[in-house]
């Protein structure tokens, strides 16, 4: 087994590729959970928004308008999530697998309807690779970040934002508040519901963006249930990302090493047996689960996190 | 003396419960007013209603002469009102200067950290109350994080300081701290109302007292012209239950010992600070005292439900400071916790499951783990019939019946396995004329019947006419134990409230 | 993802009352019927924008689920499994927990069964039968229990531990069938593990001259003795009592001396067992073998089955039937309807959102204020 295969270029170039939509559902999660609502329908918003991409790049052959309605599509589904959880106050786990089961049912149903069995077109227009001359040009690093879609640096971008958002505004610092201490903020009077609602709304269309990524830069097209769980994955990186942004971007990265481990070490060996890559793939949610249980280091989930918040009194 | 805020009339009910009843409450500008009274005599609710988290029925607020609408916290803010909870408002993981500027942070949407801290810092030297601003909350002993709520409602400018029993998690020393930093807001033009039932603090600091008593106003003093038992007087007031003849208790052998007992509350600071106490055979002992201070606790390091920092507690002869409540239960201990909804009852069972809850596991009960339904329905019939409960269907799910039934189905669970001690709290909150009193019938059979009662409780009228001997609870030790004879109201009001027996044996 | 309401050393703090339906108006089948008329109406709504006749398509699905003896037995052979798995998911939800580890619990109950199945193949089925259907049980029962022991020693959200634990046994299953030490070559050329061997088969019941091809196996009789265990566990044993008495009052079991932290391991333990049992029926009845990916679709299924038949057995039992109705219709209604069958999906998802929005109701009632605030 050589050094190329475990940390050559082209595996890192993947593990970034693969890191991608894991860490835009990570970053909606972020959002959300910061104000204290548990969203598990991300993955849902994801699929939401990779399909309704495609249709829309198809029916308008625009591709700014294509990733606009895919972000209508997520942050519309997030919404309805948004309305069971904080207005009528719904169990949050129910209503978000209710929201992710409509949302692959549904973008496989319509997929049938409009493309059948022959697929979607081919010769969409999609979201290009950024080139930038004077990184591509590097030798090693130039291989690995040089060449990236245009949607990899998007959510780099989206990192610094949301970490500045969320620890160097004064919104952000309402939202972990209502996030932490519900009743606290409620006394000063800052507006919990409406502020739960925006959380919740936005983390539908970054999710979204992941979807958009898969479906629209990555392969031109649309197959059913094309989020394979990245979703939940991206969950479990924000868990193990302690709900910050620069956190979630580090486990994504991780576990998109992990993952582009097990493709570049398919048919290796180790001595006479074939590397089980297959278990490399379980690390990512081991570790969620040994963090989450304190045996590496804290994760603590804010205070009011997955608990409605009742107004008293009246 | 403008008089700064009027409130008239107030009338506030929750469900079946009159919380307030045509309140008045009169507060001059510049004036610190004590607004006192005994656990559930409305003092929190009236505040709350001047705070605007709650809508009060009836009556009105006047703000200087002028009509106050307080739909909520922001109009109370608005008006100048700030309020210090009792449990704090603070977002634990934020430091002290973003606790205090939330929903007001004046400035861009970017967060200016420096600006902030220079901003709170202004306001700390202003009022000479000190904290760290860029202190985590989390961080920070109960008495600092005090400061920040006081800080927090001086920020906004607020001219009308609301304490909701603000020593309660405090030291003594913290105490003192505080009393200097009201002082001192009152020498800065501030007016304070002060929620507390503690006599000490009440003549230490304050001008003016208004007393309440069961949702209604019981009297209005001036500090300087009344003393302790007045004030004692009013908040207790003067209903009388006949005290009941009961035979002497002599020197019976000790059911339960209870020796230098500490414990933690829910929020890690000291409940119970060294308990001593002593229950004999046949002997009713009633721990008085108002909630909060540690009588929670007390019952449930007895059960095993909370652990034991040290000292120890001994049935019989044996110490079970550490044993969990099933072992407990196995040496002869009952149970009636003071909320039955919750801590006595599984509301959606039966009546018939209820009164074998803890029992469920052994004969006649269940054999090899397997329940038998017919016995255990005869004996829930055989005991919805003995303990009164009303209708005696076994069969009825518990949450449907009414308080008092739900507490006579906990009596006849604790009381029917013949226990050797039973630690009853609050029995009969919430209960009706009817059930109390036969709540109290059972209670002295039991103690007739040689069994050692350990009886919780804030109602001083249930105690005086049921205990033995009383023993009063403050701030988490036994301040004092007394036969019941020398048990008067006036002496009793006075140590609940914290006050030193030497002055109260006077 | 919270920690901590799952904390507290008396057990689930509030278990939100769509998972335990016990206030007075949620009683009986009101809800869960109203919920599913409102599905399929809005299904039918859905399917007529579409350009679709909704009446045909519920015709096929109907059609195709209980047509002839044949749709029949498909329909029950989806059934089994479902219900075995609601049952888990049940089970949990009593005690206040919430186990979305189904599947992941019924694919190490299958790896189990394989396992054991194939490797004493000359075992009379007297003796591999019961053998190969108690190491499914205890496999799945295992995996389940770390759930309840990492909630009950470390307050570990059991939510995440079991997704995760999903995850996780998909991926060992890939590396054990692909090329691990479970991998076998078939006739497919899919990845699958070793034949079991004939007596580990759990045998056809309804003979080939009655229903031709009839894959309805004996493993149904198995379902129906579970669901009876389920009702006799949860209520005619003291473990039972005990399960439900922390699912509904923690606090007052605990002070009785019901230790909630023990219970929580038990019960999932049990649901794993439960699940468990639904991954060995598919090996011993269905498949013969372990295929990888096989039946993935019956953990999230099962949730909206035991939240549908409201945690009981006869409703765990209609619920798994109609979503299985739906399932088998579905696949008929895709081929002579031109319905895509993802319909089916979406008037689940319909029926698990309504149920989840009749906590409306329940907030709305509970809004008057209580007694406790007014004891300041």
Redo the contacts between chains.
């Keep these: 087994m050589s050094l190329e295969v475990l940390i050559g270029a082209g595996v890192l170039a993947t593990a970034l590729r693969l890191a991608t939509p894991i860490a835009f559902a990570a970053l909606g999660g972020v959002i959300t959970e910061r104000s204290g609502v548990t969203n598990i329908a991300l993955e849902g918003s994801m699929i939401m928004g990779a399909f309704f991409g495609i249709v829309a790049a198809d029916k308008t052959g625009s591709l700014p308008i294509a990733i606009a309605v895919a972000l209508l599509a997520g942050l519309g589904l997030a919404a309805l999530h948004a309305l069971a959880s904080v207005t009528f106050r719904a169990d949050q786990i129910v209503s978000g697998m209710a929201l992710n089961i409509l949302a692959l049912g549904l973008t496989s149903y319509l997929n049938y309807e409009l493309y059948g069995t022959t697929g979607t077109p081919a010769d969409l227009p999609t979201v290009p690779p950024l080139v930038i001359p004077g990184i591509s040009a590097l030798p090693f690093v130039g291989e690995v970040i040089g060449k990236q879609n245009a949607l990899v640096w998007v959510m780099f971008v989206l990192v610094v934002v949301l970490q500045w958002f969320l620890f160097r505004t004064v919104p952000g610092l309402r939202l972990r508040a209502v996030g932490e201490h519900p009743r606290a903020a409620d006394t000063v009077g800052i507006d919990v519901r409406r502020t739960r609602y925006w959380a919740v709304i936005a983390s539908g269309a970054i999710a979204a963006l992941g979807g958009v990524f898969l479906s629209m830069a990555i392969s031109g097209s649309f197959t059913d249930n094309m989020t394979n769980g990245r979703g939940f994955i991206g969950l479990a990186a924000m868990i193990f990302g302690r709900w910050t942004p620069v956190g979630a971007l580090v486990a994504s990265l991780i576990f998109g090493y992990g993952d582009a481990l097990s493709v570049s070490l398919q048919g290796q060996s180790l001595g006479d047996l074939r590397f089980p890559v297959q278990l490399l793939s379980t690390i990512p949610y081991v570790f969620t689960i040994l963090a989450v249980a304190g045996f590496v280091g804290r994760s603590r989930a804010p205070a009011a996190d997955g608990l409605p918040y009742e107004s008293e009194g009246h | 003396m403008t008089v700064l805020l009027e409130m008239r009339g107030i009338s506030?009910r929750?469900?079946?419960?009159q919380?307030l009843d045509k309140v008045d409450l009169v507060v001059n500008e510049g004036e610190i007013h004590a607004l006192v009274g005994e656990?559930?005599a409305?003092?929190?609710?009236l505040m709350?209603i001047l705070y605007g988290?709650?809508?009060a029925d009836a009556g009105t607020i006047r703000i200087r002469g002028k009509d106050a609408h307080i739909a909520?916290?922001?109009d109370a803010?608005a008006l100048g009102i700030g309020?210090i909870?009792q449990h704090?408002?603070?977002?634990?993981?934020?430091t002290v200067a973003?606790?205090i500027v939330?929903?007001?942070?004046r400035?861009?949407?970017?967060?200016d950290t420096k600006a902030i801290e220079a901003r709170v810092r202004k306001i700390e030297e202003q009022f000479g109350i000190v904290v760290d601003p860029p202190a985590r909350i989390e961080d920070l002993p109960l008495g600092l994080q005090q400061r920040v709520e006081i800080l927090?409602v001086l920020y906004r400018g607020s001219e009308l300081l609301i304490f909701d029993e603000p020593t309660a998690v405090l030291t003594p020393q913290e105490v003192d701290e505080l009393f200097a930093i009201v002082r001192t807001l009152r020498s800065e033009g501030k007016t304070l109302i002060l929620i507390t039932h503690k006599l000490r603090e009440v003549l230490a600091v304050t001008d003016r007292i208004t007393v309440l008593r069961a949702g209604r106003n019981a009297a209005e003093l001036v500090t300087k012209d009344t003393n302790a038992t007045e004030i004692a007087q009013a908040m207790v007031g003067r209903e009388l239950h006949e005290i009941r003849p009961r035979q002497a208790v002599g020197t019976a052998p000790p059911i339960l010992q209870i020796s230098r007992l500490e414990a933690l509350s829910d929020r890690a600071t000291p409940a119970l600070r060294g308990v001593d106490l002593v229950v004999r055979e046949g002997e009713i002992l009633g721990v008085a005292g108002v909630g909060g201070n540690g009588q929670s606790e007390l019952a449930q390091c007895i059960?095993g439900?909370r652990p034991v920092v040290d000292g120890t507690i001994t049935v019989g002869s044996v110490d079970i400071a550490h044993d969990?409540?099933?072992?407990?239960?196995e040496r002869g201990v009952a149970?009636v916790?003071e909320d039955r909804r919750?801590?006595?009852?599984?509301?959606?069972?039966t009546v018939a499951?209820n009164f074998?809850?803890?029992k469920?596991?052994r004969a006649p009960?269940?054999r090899r783990?397997?329940?038998d339904?017919a016995t255990i329905m005869r004996e829930g019939e055989r005991l919805a019939k003995e303990f009164d409960v009303r209708p005696p269907n076994a069969r009825a799910i518990v949450g449907t019946l009414s308080g008092g039934n739900q507490q006579k189905v906990v009596l006849g669970r604790e009381i029917s396995e013949s226990p050797r001690l039973i630690v009853v709290s609050q029995p009969t909150r919430?209960l009706d004329i009817g059930s109390t009193e036969y709540v109290h019938e059972r209670l002295l059979e039991q103690r007739a019947r040689g069994c050692g009662i350990l009886l919780i409780s804030s109602e001083l009228d249930e105690i005086r006419a049921l205990s033995d001997r009383i023993a009063v609870m403050f701030e988490g030790r036994i301040v004092a134990t007394l036969p019941s004879a020398e048990a008067t109201e006036q002496r009793l009001g006075l140590l609940m409230a914290g006050h030193t027996e030497a002055t109260a044996a006077r | 993802m919270t920690l901590a309401s799952s904390a507290s050393p008396t057990g689930p703090a509030t278990a939100p009352s769509v998972r335990q339906p016990t206030s007075q108006w949620s009683q009986g089948p009101a809800v869960p019927v109203v919920s599913v008329l409102v599905a399929l109406l809005l299904g039918a709504i859905f399917v007529l924008i579409s350009g679709h006749n909704p009446i045909q398509a519920y015709a096929a699905l109907l059609f195709g689920a209980f047509g002839s003896p044949y749709d029949i037995t498909e329909t029950l052979v989806i059934a089994v499994p479902l219900t075995l798995a609601g049952l888990s998911v049940a089970v949990a939800f009593r005690t206040g927990l919430f186990n979305i580890g189904a599947q992941g619990q019924l694919f190490v109950g299958a790896l189990a069964a394989g396992w054991t199945g194939a490797q004493f193949p000359d075992l009379p089925g007297v003796v591999l039968l019961p053998l190969t259907l108690v190491s499914g049980v205890l496999g799945g029962a295992a995996y389940g229990a770390i759930a309840g022991w990492l909630k009950a020693t470390r307050g570990v959200n059991e939510v995440i531990t079991t997704i995760m634990q999903n995850y996780i046994v998909v991926f060992v299953m890939h590396w054990l069938l692909q090329d691990g030490p479970m991998s076998a070559p078939n006739a497919l050329g899919t990845p699958a593990s070793s034949p079991i061997g004939a007596g580990a088969i759990l045998p056809i019941i309804i003979p080939n001259s009655l229903v031709p091809l009839s894959r309805l196996h004996a493993g149904v009789l198995l379902a129906v003795i579970a669901v009876v265990v389920f009702w006799f566990l949860l209520w005619r044993t003291s473990l039972g009592y005990e399960l439900r008495a922390v699912g509904l009052g923690a606090r007052a079991a605990a002070q009785a001396g019901i230790d909630p932290r023990r219970r929580m391991i038990m019960v999932m333990g049990i649901a794993g067992g439960f699940a468990g049992l639904a991954g060995m029926i598919q090996v011993s009845g269905l498949f013969h073998r372990v295929y990888d990916g096989f039946s993935s679709g019956f953990g999230f299924d099962a949730i909206a089955v035991a939240l549908l038949g409201k945690n009981s057995p006869i409703g765990i039992t209609l619920a798994a039937l109609l979503f299985a109705a739906f399932q088998r219709g579905g696949t008929i209604m895709q081929s002579n309807a031109g319905i895509s069958s993802h319909l089916i999906e979406i008037v689940e998802a319909i029926v698990l959102f309504v149920i989840a929005a009749e906590t409306i109701v329940r907030a709305i009632a509970s809004r008057r204020g209580t007694p406790a605030e007014a004891l300041a």
């Design positions: 506030k929750f469900g079946d419960l919380a656990n559930g409305g003092k929190t609710t709350n988290l709650y809508h909520g916290p922001r803010i309020m909870h704090f408002m603070l977002v634990p993981p934020l973003e606790n939330l929903g007001d942070e400035g861009g949407p970017v967060l927090k059960l439900l969990d409540p099933k072992r407990t239960r149970y916790p919750v801590e006595g009852l599984v509301l959606p069972f499951d074998i809850l803890g469920q596991d009960f269940a783990g397997v329940l339904g919430g």
